[in-house]
């Protein structure tokens, strides 16, 4: 086969399968940004954090790293009732939320950064689970299962949780909680608690799609500094509060990113998010696959 | 605007103006004089450090407390200074006052650029686009081999200047002249139109839309101006330090700093920035000195964290409450 041919082809196949990862970190962002408007950008923050416990447990325990981030994802999720309590607390309850509680997730995210810096140092981390050094080959196509495992147990995951907000009565709850809190009241459920659930969930998501990071990348405390950029793009890009726009923005993102990548050079990738994300809110701030408001 | 406005206020408004003038500068050389007298090139350093803050923190103030439009990005803008002062520097041998001229013109065009595309948009947007901005001007200049890339650049500075004991002390003076005028258009932005179409949008946008405020065009200035501010901070760092790298000219000290302070001393006051500059970059340079850089941060992030959930109107807003 042509080489250039053969690249762009590789390039598409692992886009689609970081696309995967990303669709992880951005959903858990469309529940709290989409869905209950709280501006959670230690979010990318969390994940890592969530990174560094798995690496710690799983290798304490000797557990597979992606079994580790599901069961570290509850006592994630435990954590953001509580960072969404004391938000609600300060900040929502005052109508603070634009500037003061900006300035508060602002602190959150660089006081988990610092904290890991005390931690562990600045120096990177990484984790070899047996099955990351497999490739799967499919003709000219090479396909990591360190890339591929990863992106399926994301997608599962994410489709889990759309069936959980189709299907069940808190999940809808959840997305009619951001239209109309009052609405919501008057049908006897008290829209903290369901926003409290709602954020302990979307942090919970940060640490699976941290664990699925620590398997796909080396990571170092500001490792989720490129991720600001890029989960936010995608989630605005995929319409905010839908999980199914989420996923297809993440993927035809990661397709994007590392075909600039292969052909410009790697240390472009961080400039892709950033140009996205200007255009895409220049351009079309109701997303790509949003409906205009 | 004093066209429009009434003779008599006016004319309260100008002698208000000179009494800040006349009464920043006898602060400033006040504390020069006190400096010179204690003699001590540590002394120059540290002041430098603290009056670099103040004039971020008031950069700051002028859009994040006045219209509420959070920029996490100040390294970014701090650092676009820096490095044109360095370009400036390498490409004709220029000193530093043309990169501080420099710098402001780069960083206010950018803060320009960053607004015209995001402050269309509900203010997170802006933020989160700031926020963005700084990692990609950092991946830009480690790239960047003419200004060094990630080595860094270096500046050979004189062993002395004309008029001036040492060149620790000609540095200090350039910072705290800046700072002098930092704040000085601070005040002068909060006292004016401007700062009053700054305040309503805040308070209420759409409201302040309704009734003819020409939001875009207010925040656009705003943002330019809180930029070029932002910039003329970071331009002057390469000729202090003598050397300057992305990891040093993104840090990310400055990003929380430029936060934290304002909010902590109390933002959409001209004075509150100050209060919280010296309070904040004081406590930071003696502590330097006894505890490590990471724990030194690590406690800035909290005090953040505690001021805007505790005292949301900083320092001063809880005594103007008492």
Not at chain 1, 66 to 94: D, K, N, Q, S, W
Not at chain 2, 127 to 153: E, F, H, K, M, P
Request: proline share 4%; hydrophobic share 60%.
């Amino acid at each position: 086969m042509d080489p250039t041919l053969s690249l762009l082809l590789n390039g598409i196949v692992s886009g689609l399968l970081l696309g995967g990862l990303y669709a992880a970190a951005a959903s858990g962002l469309a529940v709290s940004f989409g869905m209950l408007d709280i501006v959670n950008i230690a979010h990318p923050a969390l994940m890592v954090a969530a990174g560094f416990a798995v690496i710690l447990l799983g290798g304490a325990l000797g557990l597979d790293p992606l079994l580790m981030a599901l069961l570290v994802a509850p006592a994630f999720a435990l954590l953001g009732m509580g960072i969404y309590t004391a938000y609600h607390h300060f900040f929502e309850r005052r109508g603070d939320e634009a500037l003061q509680g900006l300035a508060f997730f602002f602190g959150v995210m660089f006081i988990i950064e610092v904290g890991l810096v005390m931690a562990f140092g600045p120096e990177q981390r990484f984790l070899d689970p047996d099955w990351a050094f497999t490739t799967w080959r499919f003709g000219e196509i090479d396909v990591p299962l360190r890339m591929l495992i990863p992106a399926l147990v994301s997608l599962a995951a994410i489709g889990l949780l759309w069936l959980f907000l189709q299907r069940t009565f808190i999940g809808l709850a959840i997305a009619a909680v951001a239209q109309d809190a009052q609405a919501l009241r008057l049908m006897a459920v008290d829209p903290v608690r369901i926003k409290r659930l709602a954020f302990g969930i979307s942090v919970g998501f940060a640490a699976i799609a941290g664990g699925a990071l620590v398997v796909v990348q080396p990571i170092e405390p500001s490792s989720h500094h490129v991720f600001i950029g890029r989960v936010f793009a995608v989630c605005i890009m995929g319409g905010m509060a839908s999980l199914s726009g989420c996923v297809m923005a993440a993927l035809l993102f990661g397709v994007v990113e590392n075909l600039t990548a292969s052909f410009f050079g790697p240390s472009w990738s961080p400039a892709v998010a950033f140009g996205w994300l200007l255009l895409v809110l220049a351009v079309r701030p109701q997303g790509l696959f949003g409906r205009a408001a | 605007m004093s066209a429009t406005a009434l003779p008599a206020p006016a004319v309260a408004g100008e002698r208000r103006h000179l009494s800040y003038w006349l009464g920043a500068t006898a602060v400033a050389v006040a504390l020069a004089v006190a400096l010179r007298l204690l003699g001590n090139e540590y002394g120059w350093y540290a002041g430098y450090f603290v009056l670099q803050y103040v004039v971020l923190a008031a950069a700051w103030n002028i859009l994040g407390g006045y219209a509420g439009y959070v920029n996490f990005g100040a390294a970014g803008f701090m650092a676009a200074g820096s490095y044109t002062a360095i370009v400036l520097y390498e490409s004709m041998g220029l000193g530093v006052i043309p990169g501080i001229l420099g710098g402001a013109v780069v960083a206010g065009l950018l803060g320009l650029g960053t607004g015209y595309l995001t402050l269309r948009l509900r203010g997170v947007y802006f933020s989160i686009a700031t926020l963005c901005l700084a990692v990609v001007l950092q991946t830009l200049i480690v790239n960047w081999d003419y200004v060094g890339g990630s080595r860094g650049a270096y500046i050979i500075r004189p062993m002395t200047v004309p008029g001036f004991a040492s060149y620790g002390e000609y540095i200090f003076i350039v910072m705290l002249v800046l700072a002098v005028l930092a704040v000085g258009i601070g005040r002068t932005v909060e006292m004016s139109r401007l700062g009053t179409g700054l305040q309503a949008i805040r308070d209420n946008e759409r409201a302040a839309e309704a009734v003819g405020v020409p939001t875009l065009r207010l925040k656009l200035i705003a943002c330019t101006l809180s930029g070029a501010l932002m910039g003329v901070a970071g331009a002057p760092l390469p000729f202090y330090a003598g050397y300057i790298n992305p990891e040093g000219a993104f840090n990310l000290a400055y990003a929380v700093n430029s936060i934290a302070m304002p909010l902590i001393g109390g933002a959409g006051t001209w004075l509150g920035p100050v209060i919280g500059a010296v309070l904040l970059a004081t406590l930071q340079q003696a502590a330097t000195v006894t505890i490590s850089s990471a724990l030194n941060l690590w406690i800035v992030g909290w005090m953040l964290v505690i001021f805007v959930a505790l005292f949301p109107r900083g320092i001063i807003g809880w005594f103007r409450n008492r």
